[in-house]
Each structure stands twice: as structure tokens, then as C-alpha cells.
């Protein structure tokens, strides 16, 4: 199947600071999401990214969708305490009725007060 | 009320046993999902389904078989549990009728132990 690469696998911040994460793929894909997973809980959706060079913002969020559509970036501004859980990015590959989503592995961030 | 409610949340269980995990949504999308989340292994597809009785594999299917009766009910089913189906289990929804690639809408998972 197709592989998602996301990085980093873990950070730790000082509350306050920003944030950056990212995936790659050596595929191309129509769409990518970004959730944001809380423990006990299922995924949540943050941001959707549907055209190249897209950059959609959601609060203290911020994701583009890269030029090249093998890529993507989350930024996180001012991290705060409950900016803790893993985030993951899916991607979707282009066609006609495409279902599947193809998920990087997770970053996992804390935020130390 | 959450829009896609799986339950049980959690079931411990015996090596062998048969085990069903239901989900239900409230959401009105065709479009209904299982996946399995593993530590370190992300989110994989096991079953997906776009219409009532239209079933179709996903990328880990062997072991699992789903059954779609209704719209809004989608159900996992483990014939001969075995320890390495340990895992979190995710049902999703999602609706093309509101145009191509919506995102999917995940319930809050069920945790599932097999001793």
C-alpha cells in the first residue's frame, strides 16, 4: 500500500512555543487531512486540504498542502496545554469515487507547562 | 449524542471466541468504515462499505468479516479471535453526496483485549 511518512514520531515543547510537523508521500494525493487524536478518543478533524499550494488556517492552526501534492505541513502557533495528543495526517489519492485514506503514523506532542 | 457511537468501548476476551463490534451513526452518510489502530502503526483499513450490502476489503482484512444492514449500522465481526487482533478499533463515516473526497468522521473507538 501506499506509505505516509510523518515526522517528527515525537516532540516535547515549552508551552508557548510553535509547532511544525509534516508528512511526505512518494505518491501523489488529491486530498489531505490532518486529525488530532486524544487520548480514549477517536480522530478528529482539524483542517481539509483539497488543491495544491492550499494553506488553510483553523484557530492557532495552520496547513498547506503542498506544491508538488506529495506533501503536507501542520503548524501549531502558541502551543498550549491541550494541544497534547497524536497527530495524524491522511491522505487521498486522486480518482474518481477514491475512498481510501492512507494514514502517516502519528506525532505524538507534549506540552510542558 | 456522538454522531458515530461504537460500542462496546471496551471487551476483554478469550483466545477463539467469536466477537461482534457494533457501530451506529446518526449522521445520515452512506459511506461507513472499520479500521485498526496498532502503537506505532497508524490507522489501517479493514473493512469499508458504500451502500447498504455493498462490502469490500480493505488493506487488513484477513481474520475480520463486516456485515451493513442499514444505512446507519456498520458491524466488525472477529469469527476465532487470536492475541495479535489486540488493538483499538475505529468505525468512520463519510458522504459523497456532499462532493468527492469529504472527509472521514471517526467514532471514539473500541478497545479490544484477546488473551
Known amino acids: 500500500g501506499q506509505q505516509l511518512n510523518q515526522s517528527p514520531q515525537s516532540m516535547f515543547i515549552q508551552e508557548g512555543e510553535d509547532v511544525s510537523m509534516n508528512c511526505t508521500s512518494s505518491?501523489?494525493?488529491?486530498?489531505w487531512l490532518w486529525y488530532k487524536q486524544d487520548p480514549g478518543e477517536g480522530p478528529v478533524l482539524l483542517i481539509a486540504?483539497?488543491?495544491?499550494?492550499e494553506l488553510t488556517s483553523n484557530g492557532r492552526l495552520t496547513a498547506q498542502f503542498g506544491i508538488t501534492r506529495k506533501d503536507s505541513f501542520l503548524n501549531i502557533s502558541a502551543s498550549i496545554p491541550s494541544d497534547v495528543g497524536i497527530y495524524f495526517c491522511a491522505g487521498q489519492l486522486p480518482g474518481a469515487g477514491s475512498y481510501q485514506l492512507t494514514f502517516g503514523k502519528g506525532t505524538k506532542l507534549s506540552v510542558i507547562p | 449524542d456522538a454522531d458515530v457511537t461504537q460500542t462496546p468501548r471496551n471487551r476483554i476476551t478469550k483466545t477463539g471466541k467469536r466477537i461482534m463490534l457494533e457501530c451506529s451513526q446518526t449522521k445520515g452518510h452512506d459511506r461507513m468504515y472499520w479500521y485498526r489502530q496498532d502503537p506505532g502503526l497508524g490507522l489501517r483499513l479493514i473493512y469499508y462499505s458504500f451502500d447498504v450490502k455493498d462490502i469490500n476489503k480493505g488493506e487488513i482484512s484477513d481474520g475480520y468479516s463486516v456485515s451493513r444492514q442499514a444505512q446507519a449500522k456498520f458491524s466488525l465481526s472477529l469469527e476465532s479471535a487470536i492475541p495479535n487482533q489486540t488493538a483499538l478499533y475505529f468505525c468512520a463515516t463519510s458522504d459523497p453526496a456532499r462532493g468527492p473526497n469529504q472527509p472521514q468522521h471517526f467514532g471514539d473507538g473500541t478497545r479490544l483485549s484477546i488473551l
Open positions: 486540504l483539497y488543491k495544491a499550494g
Open positions: 505518491s501523489i494525493f488529491n486530498t
